[in-house]
Structures are given as structure tokens and as C-alpha cells.
């Protein structure tokens, strides 16, 4: 075990006591089950964001999950063709999850139900960071994560007395999750859209502090994690479920390798149950060549990793302390040794950015054999330090461009012209059948080839216009 002080957070705000009967006598009270719609919304972006695939939403699993113990749940994920009705008659409470990019859609729904005399609860990043706006289009706005509110919401929902924002003074330990319960996804009749890849959590929140990131707004200096046990026995569980050995699992953590100890005794762990993995990853510690020699031999094929740039001036002024340019080169050649393909994010829009920063990042791609770069444009979220300081500046706040492929605003140094047009270079650059060749070569024939074939097409499609 690591030191207990991991487990706690800061206090956000007081916390209400809650005296009276338990959860479980109000449940007995009732003469019939409340009725309970959950929604994933879809985000009306072009971009390619909630196309083909898509992963199966452990945030709203797990509010079915909690939920599920006292109400009947529905459970509607517009992405895979589930269609939101139009009459909520049946329903008691519709429970809505946004991020930034489907919040519009969400706000719609939300304001539909509410016109019907619902309880509408509306969670997520976005909601969270902009309470004051969601508020409008709700009954109740839930800050953060549903556990550690849980016990406040659900009282009030069995006694009808509803607060317009729910926020704990302080995050429940992980340990006390309650394992996510994926029968609400797989029994949709559109589950074949879901993707193969299991959702799982390990760790919540990243100390790091980047200033464009939600994540250090919503969950502060707090890193908490769930005990490794459980973490292995809920991977088990679904081969046990499934009847085989080498599943495909995706960590949804914010970083998971925070903390090198956790990480490695849980990477330890996996490596004797023969799963395959992939997970978000910060640079802090990828440059010590045990930790891609531990994580190749537990079955992780594939690392997201944002290097965000190869500026060491923007890289500081974003505040990404975990970032070390000197690092990158060694961080990727041990990956690769260990044979774990590497989804690279990169970032331009900077203020410093110049046509220099789009040649040295198609040569660290090009020398380094980058598997699956992904580009964006700097978007400021909504909640983020970033966001305050570039409020003025941005273009719009048309929530459905914020995808992190739209043009937000007007870089000093390069200007908008110029950023689009080397953009769009460097994808047509790193995406052109040679340069496929030369990063992929020799590289096992998967889906991250599949996906450079996508990416060809998709490229050659490029204009300025789809940016705006
Ligand atoms: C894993 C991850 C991904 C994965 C999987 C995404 C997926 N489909 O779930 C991948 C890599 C595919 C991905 C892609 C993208 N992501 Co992402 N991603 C994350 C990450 C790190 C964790 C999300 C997660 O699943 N956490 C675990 C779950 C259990 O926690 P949770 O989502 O917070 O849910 C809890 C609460 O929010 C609450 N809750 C949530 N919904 C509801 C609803 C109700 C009714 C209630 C009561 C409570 C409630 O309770 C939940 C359970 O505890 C977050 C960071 C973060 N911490 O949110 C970024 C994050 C969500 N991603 C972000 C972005 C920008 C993207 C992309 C646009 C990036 C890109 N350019 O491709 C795409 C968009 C994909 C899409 N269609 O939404 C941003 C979104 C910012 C914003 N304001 O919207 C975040 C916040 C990171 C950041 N930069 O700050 N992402
Ligand atoms: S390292 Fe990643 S998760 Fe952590 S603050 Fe920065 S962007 Fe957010």
C-alpha cells in the first residue's frame, strides 16, 4: 500500500450532514421504483470526434451503476444510434453527462425534460466547470464525480427536494468504488458499436497542472487511486465473463503513472493475467528504461503520450513540468524496444509557435517513427486557467467547435492564415503514403495501420475552411 495521504483530497466546499432515515429505509418507503433515463449525448461536430467506434462511457456506467441499487435505469447512448425520445412520460429523473464539445445538445435534452416537469441532473466536465450556465437548463447540476455526492442526491431525489448545485466538501477514496457495471452498455442494441477496448480506472486526478487541462480544477493537488487488487480483480471478472484470457482493456485514468510505485506494482500484477492494454500517459518517468520493459511485458501495445510540443519555451508556459524535450527521444526508443506503439498529441495555436515549430515536429515524427500522431489546435476549455486568460481572444463560444479542431483564436507570431496552412501541411507531410512507410515499416499489421490508412484519406480532404 502507498501512504494513506494519497487517498484524500483537498476540501472543495463544506460538506451538508445529512441526519434522518437511511437511503435504504427511504428506498423501502416507496411504493414503486423511480424511473431513471440516462443520456449520452452526441456532440454535432464534423469532425471525425463521435464517429465509427466509439468507447463505451464509463462516466455514465458508473452513475447506472450507483443508481441502479434504488431506481430503474434506462440507458440511452445517442452515439450508437440509441435515439432520445422526445416524450419523457416514462421517466422520473433524465440524467444528462456533457463535456465541452456535446454540451449544446446536452442543454437541449435537458431542456426538453425539464419543460416536462422532470428532474433533470446534468454531470460532466462541462457542467462542472460552468455551473452557472448549465444551472438554466436543469433542475440540478452535480459537480465532479456522482460517488461523492451520492448519499446528498439520492435523499433528495427519494424526498423530491432538489438543490440546483450538488458539490462535496471532499472526494470518497477510490477504494470505496463500487465496481462499474457494463450490462447497461452491452445490452443496447447498439452495443456492436461500442468498441472492443474495456474502459477501466485505476487513478483519478493529475497534480501536474497544466494550465489549458480541467483535470487540476475539478480534483486540485489530489491523486487517489484504487488498490491494485481491485483494479486486477475487476479485469478477471470480465475474462470470466467473456470465457477468455486476452481481453483488450483502455485505463481512463488521468495519468496514470503519477505515482512510479503504484504504477509499476500494478503494471507487476497485470503482467500475469495476459490482458493487452493502452492507457494515457505523462512523460514524468517514460525516459527510465524499466518502466516500458515492465509495461511491454504486461501487455500495454499502444501509449498515449502528450507531447504537446517540441518548444521548450511553450512547453513551460503551459506549465507541462513533466515534459523534458532532452527526454523524448530516450521515452520513445524505450517504448519501442519493449514493441508499444506510441499515439502522439501535439499541439499548435501557441502565441510562440512559428513555421519552425511545424518542421520540428514532422522531423521528431519522421526520425522517432511516431505510430499514430494526432494534431490539434489550442482550445481553451471553459473552467481552465488557460481559459481566463484567453476569454478576450477566443473566437466564439460555440460549444460544438470546441473539439480541439477548430480554429479558437488568432496565434501573435504566426496568425490564423499561416497556422491552418502549415497545419494542414504537416498532416498531409506525416500522413502521405511514403511517410506512412517509413514510420510504419516492420511494425506488426493492426489497426494503428488501419488507422494511417484512414488518416491518408482524411488528410487529403483538408481545407482551411473546415477549421472555422
Ligand atoms: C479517458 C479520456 C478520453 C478517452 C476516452 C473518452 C471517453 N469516451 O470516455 C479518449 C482518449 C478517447 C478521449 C478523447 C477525447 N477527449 Co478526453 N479525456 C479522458 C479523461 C482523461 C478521462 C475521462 C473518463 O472517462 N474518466 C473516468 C470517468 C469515470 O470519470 P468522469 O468522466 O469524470 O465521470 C464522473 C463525473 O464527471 C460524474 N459524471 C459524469 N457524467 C455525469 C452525469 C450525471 C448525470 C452525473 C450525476 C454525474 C456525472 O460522475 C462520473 C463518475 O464518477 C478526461 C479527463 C477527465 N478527468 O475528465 C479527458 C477529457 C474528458 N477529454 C477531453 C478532450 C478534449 C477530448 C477530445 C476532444 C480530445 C481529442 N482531441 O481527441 C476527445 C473527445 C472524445 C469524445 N467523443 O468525447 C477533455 C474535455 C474538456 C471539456 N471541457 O470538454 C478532458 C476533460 C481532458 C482535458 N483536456 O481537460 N478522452
Ligand atoms: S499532465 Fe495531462 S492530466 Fe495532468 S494536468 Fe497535464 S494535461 Fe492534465
Known amino acids: 500500500m502507498l501512504a494513506e495521504d494519497l487517498q484524500t483530497a483537498e476540501p472543495t466546499a463544506s460538506r451538508s450532514h445529512n441526519a434522518g432515515p437511511s437511503l435504504e429505509q427511504l428506498a423501502d418507503a416507496q411504493k414503486t421504483r423511480k424511473k431513471w433515463l440516462l443520456v449520452q449525448p452526441k456532440s454535432q461536430t464534423s469532425m471525425m470526434v463521435d464517429s465509427g467506434t466509439v468507447s ?5 456506467i458508473m452513475v447506472a451503476t450507483l443508481a441502479s441499487k434504488y431506481f430503474d435505469i434506462t440507458f440511452l447512448d445517442e452515439r450508437t444510434g440509441d435515439a432520445i425520445p422526445q416524450d419523457f412520460s416514462g421517466f422520473d429523473v433524465v440524467a444528462i453527462t456533457s463535456r465541452t464539445l456535446n454540451a449544446t445538445n446536452a442543454y437541449k435534452i435537458g431542456e426538453r425534460a425539464k419543460a416536462q416537469g422532470k428532474i433533470v ?7 462542472t466547470m460552468l455551473h452557472d450556465e448549465a444551472t438554466s437548463h436543469c433542475t440540478s447540476v452535480i459537480y465532479g464525480e456522482i460517488e461523492s ?11 423530491g427536494k432538489m438543490k440546483s448545485f ?33 474502459p477501466i480506472l485505476a487513478t483519478k486526478g ?26 486486477l480483480n475487476e479485469m478477471r471478472s470480465h475474462q470470466e465473463r467473456l470465457g477468455k484470457q486476452k481481453l483488450r482493456f483502455s485505463f481512463m485514468d488521468d495519468n496514470i503513472s503519477f505515482r512510479p510505485k503504484y504504477f509499476m506494482e500494478l503494471l507487476e500484477g497485470m503482467a500475469k493475467l495476459g490482458v493487452r492494454w493502452n492507457a494515457n500517459i505523462s512523460m514524468n518517468f517514460l525516459h527510465k528504461p524499466e518502466v516500458a520493459e515492465v509495461a511491454g511485458r504486461s501487455g500495454c501495445d499502444l501509449m498515449s503520450i502528450g507531447f504537446e510540443s517540441l518548444n521548450p519555451d511553450i512547453l513551460k508556459s503551459m506549465n507541462k513540468g513533466s515534459n523534458r524535450l532532452q527526454n523524448y527521444e530516450t521515452a520513445v526508443s524505450n517504448l519501442h524496444k519493449n514493441n508499444i506503439a506510441i499515439q502522439g498529441y501535439f499541439i499548435f495555436g501557441f502565441d510562440d509557435d512559428t513555421e519552425k515549430s511545424f ?13 499514430f500522431p494526432v494534431f490539434s489546435l489550442l482550445t481553451p476549455f471553459p473552467g481552465t486557467p488557460y481559459f481566463e486568460e484567453m476569454k478576450s481572444r477566443v473566437r466564439h463560444f460555440d460549444w460544438d467547435k470546441y473539439d480541439t479542431y477548430h480554429y479558437m483564436f488568432e496565434p501573435k507570431t504566426l496568425g490564423g492564415e499561416k497556422l ?29 495501420w488501419f488507422v494511417n490508412f ?6 487529403r480532404k483538408l481545407t482551411p475552411e473546415i477549421y472555422l
Not at 455526492?149 to 424526498?159: G, N
Not at 518542421?359 to 505510430?371: G, L, P, S, V
Open 206 to 231: 493529475c497534480p501536474v497542472g497544466c494550465s489549458f487541462c480541467t483535470t487540476p480544477t475539478v480534483y486540485g493537488k489530489s491523486y487517489r487511486y484504487r488498490e491494485i487488487d481491485l483494479v
Open 420 to 448: 491552418l496552412e502549415n497545419f494542414i501541411k504537416l498532416q498531409r507531410e506525416v500522413y502521405k503514403g511514403s511517410a506512412i512507410m517509413k514510420r510504419m515499416q516492420g511494425k506488426p499489421v493492426n489497426w494503428v
Open 121 to 127: 441532473l446534468l454531470g460532466g466536465v462541462h457542467p
Open 359 to 371: 518542421q520540428a515536429t514532422y522531423d521528431f515524427i519522421m526520425k522517432n517513427r511516431i505510430e
Open 56 to 60: 463505451m462511457p464509463l462516466n455514465l
Open 166 to 198: 450538488y458539490k462535496s466538501s471532499d472526494l470518497r477514496p477510490m477504494t470505496t468504488m463500487t465496481p462499474p457495471d457494463f450490462s447497461f452498455a452491452l445490452n443496447s442494441p447498439h452495443a456492436k458499436k461500442y468498441s472492443q477496448l474495456i
Open 454 to 459: 484512414l488518416m491518408n484519406r482524411f488528410t
Open 149 to 159: 455526492v451520492w448519499d446528498e442526491l439520492a435523499r433528495d431525489i427519494f424526498q
